[in-house]
Structures are given as C-alpha cells and as structure tokens.
C-alpha cells in the first residue's frame, strides 16, 4: 500500500508561487530607488518616502489580510493577491510608456506612484498570510518545522535570485521592463493558484471566517498592553537599518562612489548569506536565552552600519551586508520566541499575528529618514559617509532601550519559550 505523502499538494504549490512571487517581489525592489530617483527623477526625500511606503504596506497589510483570507478561502484570496500584484506591477513598468508620458502629471506623478505602490504593495502582504497559513493548515505537528523551514529558505531563494534577473533585464531592456517581467510572473501565478491549488482544511480548533470587527477589536487589545508596543517599536529600528541597504543605498553609491554601480545585483549579498548560513548560525546560538540573542543580532546588524563609510566602496557595501546578514540570522529565527514570552498567557496566538508589525513600522521610518540623511550629510554637509555613523547610533541607541527593557520590563520573570507555549 503506497504510503500517505508527507506533505500535501496544496503545500507545494502555495510554496512554489511563493517563490516566484518573491523573485519579482525582490527583483523590483532592488531596482526601485533607481527607477524612482534616477528614470523618474524624483528627490531624494520622495524616492526615499515612496520606497518606505511600499514597505510600510506589504509588512502592515498581513495585520489583517489573515482575516479576510480566511473568509475568502485561501484559494479565491491568493488568486486575488496574485491579481493584484499583477496590476501594481504593470501600472509601475508602464509609467515610461508614451502614454502616461503625455498626461504631464508634473507634482501628481508622486501621488500616481504611490497608489501604484500602495497596489502592489497590498497584494504582496496578501500572500504572506495565506501561504504561512497554507503551511500550518498542511502539516503536522511532526512536519510542521520543517515545512516553515521550507517556506522560509524559499523566500530567500527568491531574494537571491530576483535581483539577479531584475539587473539582467534592466540593463538589457531598461529598467521599467524590470516591473513588466514582474507583473507576467505574478500573472503566471494566477493560472498556477488556479489550476493547481486546493482549499486546505481548517486545523482543529481554527476558527475560520472570523469577523473583521473582532479582528479590530483584538487590535485594541495589544495597543492596550505597552511592554509589547514599546518591544515593537524599540526592534523596528532593526529594520529602519535593514531597509537602507533598498533606500540610502543605492543613493549613496550611485552618487557619492560609483554613478555606474550595479546596486541591484549588490543585494543578491544578503539572501545569499541567509541561504548558506542560517542552519550553521541557529546550531551557535540555539543554547542562549532568546533575549541575549536578540541583543547581540542587533549589535551586529548596527556595526555593519560603520563599514558602509569606512571606505566607500562596493566592496565596502559588500562587507556590510555580509556583517548585517549574520546579525538578522542571529535574532530572527528567536525573535518569536522571544514575541510569545512578551504575549500575555492565552493570547500568545493574537500577538504573534502583529510579528510583522515591526517590520511594516521599521519600512516607513527608512523612508522618512534614509533621503534626508542622504541630502544632508552629503549636499549641506558634504561628508556622505557619515551618514551612516548617525545610522549605526541609531541601532546602538535600539539596542541599548532593550537591554533596559529587559532588565526592568521585560521578560526575566516570564517561564522559558518551551514553558511558554504550553
């Protein structure tokens, strides 16, 4: 008798077009300050606001896309995310086309971008909740891990691969085409989700079609509970530093040290590390407290910051990726724990939602602070590099707030993870 398959088909295929989405996902942001500040020849404080608004929407959206999914079903709601990136991403490759060209939008061009952005940026937060939610309702307890491992190097095989094609075709087709390929993967994924994807079934115990006012309603309660929201707010900074690499970047490289630079094939360093890495790194750190890790994952991440301007290089951009990919494989795989120690007992699935809450809050902050820093350390003050000092003060600052909030809010009294879950 053939035995069961350990995973099932749906599980697959959710994971596969999460993949491709990926790609194109990551492909367009490797390119994005470029198109926008160079092709489109917005400022560097609109570039760097449209870039982080991009971000704040796809890290937000998953907050509440979970509820909706659930009462869409999970096949008609990632048919309709694919649908929607789709758009976004061909309205964005098309704003060369003679056509807009001839509107002579002028100052409205920003706030044309930045509904396309908001587009596609919704349906990018939309796949998130389904596939993570594919993957719990297809496995077991037994699977489970290794499936959100699958899941995970996925992802990141995607973000190794996107800016690989994204400079291929920009610097053979041109830099909007980069969106249009975009768009036809997405669109590709369509007929897959709909040739091939199957409604997995709820868990035991999932409540499905959950209404949207209870969701709001359960959006209140973690705004009520400070120790979280202030947690939140402190490991955004993280991401703030993260996101510079996609805004203040390729700004500063493409104008301070090479005009000429291939900046997006440049973020193909970071996924790659995650790739090659991330099991060697969870084997030294498993041991240690959750809270010490995630210090130390911060620690590192800032330091990267100061190699950016040590000497102004790719080489430089280089190493600093590397250094601040160690860090993010250093905290991330025990930042949820350390997220269920913060939860209060009964509520850790709620507050587990919001885990994207930092990464949407750390996006929008890059955006209003990454052009600014930009134009005035490098045209008022003209000492570009040290804007990147100012930035790995901004990590260290973070880093310093949690070991306070550890010591005297945070989770010393609360049981271990394990204990935690329970």
């Given at each position: 008798m053939p035995s069961k398959p350990a995973y099932h088909p749906s599980f697959w295929v959710a994971n596969g077009t999460e993949?491709?989405?990926?790609?194109?996902?990551?492909?367009?942001?490797?390119?994005?300050?470029?198109?926008?500040g160079e092709t489109l020849a917005f400022s560097k404080e609109t570039t760097s606001q449209l870039v982080g608004l991009a971000g704040t929407v796809v890290y937000g959206m998953p907050i509440l896309a979970g509820t909706l999914a659930d009462k869409m079903g999970f096949r008609r709601a990632l048919t309709l995310a694919y649908l929607i990136l789709t758009t976004g991403y061909f309205l964005l490759g098309s704003l060369r086309s003679s056509f807009v060209q001839g509107l002579g939008l002028g100052s409205s061009l920003a706030w044309l971008v930045a509904g396309m952005l908001v587009i596609s940026g919704a349906g990018a937060g939309f796949v998130k909740p389904v596939v993570t939610g594919t993957v719990s309702r297809t496995t077991s307890e037994a699977t489970r891990s290794t499936g959100f491992s699958v899941y995970y190097m996925l992802v990141n095989?995607?973000?190794?691969?996107?800016?690989?094609?994204?400079?291929?075709?920009?610097?053979?087709?041109?830099?909007?085409?980069?969106?249009q390929v975009g768009a036809g993967i997405c669109a590709l994924m369509v007929v897959v989700t709909l040739a091939a994807f199957r409604e997995p079934a709820p868990g035991p115990g999932e409540q499905q079609g959950k209404p949207l006012a209870a969701a709001l309603?359960?959006?209140?309660?973690?705004?009520?509970?400070?120790?979280?929201?202030?947690?939140?707010?402190?490991?955004?900074?993280?991401?703030?530093?993260?996101?510079?690499?996609?805004?203040?970047?390729?700004?500063?490289?493409?104008?301070?040290?090479?005009?000429?630079?291939?900046?997006?094939?440049?973020?193909?360093v970071g996924p790659g590390c995650v790739v090659a890495l991330q099991v060697l790194v969870n084997r030294i750190w498993r041991k240690v407290s959750p809270t010490k890790v995630i210090l130390v994952g911060g620690m590192i991440a800032s330091c990267s910051m100061l190699l950016v301007g040590v000497a102004p290089s790719m080489w430089a951009v280089v190493a600093a990726l590397v250094v601040f990919s160690l860090g993010e494989m250093t905290q991330a795989p025990r930042f949820y724990e350390y997220v269920s120690l913060l939860a209060p007992p009964g509520q850790t699935g709620l507050f587990m939602g919001y885990s994207f809450a930092p990464i949407a809050l750390g996006s929008f902050l890059a955006g209003q602070v990454g052009g600014r820093l930009v134009k005035y350390f490098g045209e008022q003050l003209h000492r570009p590099a040290l804007m990147w000092t100012v930035l790995f003060l901004f990590g260290i600052a973070a880093c310093v707030l949690m070991a306070a909030f550890n010591r005297f809010a945070g989770t010393a009294s609360r049981p271990s993870g394990q204990e935690a879950a329970r």
């Open positions: 993949l491709f989405e990926r790609m194109a996902f990551y492909g367009n942001q490797a390119v994005m300050t470029i198109f926008l095989v995607g973000g190794l691969v996107g800016p690989l094609i994204a400079n291929l075709v920009r610097l053979h087709w041109g830099i909007q085409h980069v969106f309603l359960d959006l209140l309660r973690v705004f009520r509970n400070w120790r979280f929201i202030f947690f939140l707010t402190v490991f955004s900074v993280f991401w703030m530093m993260f996101f510079q690499f996609y805004i203040a970047m390729p700004m500063y490289i493409r104008t301070y040290v090479d005009p000429q630079a291939n900046t997006d094939l440049v973020l193909m």
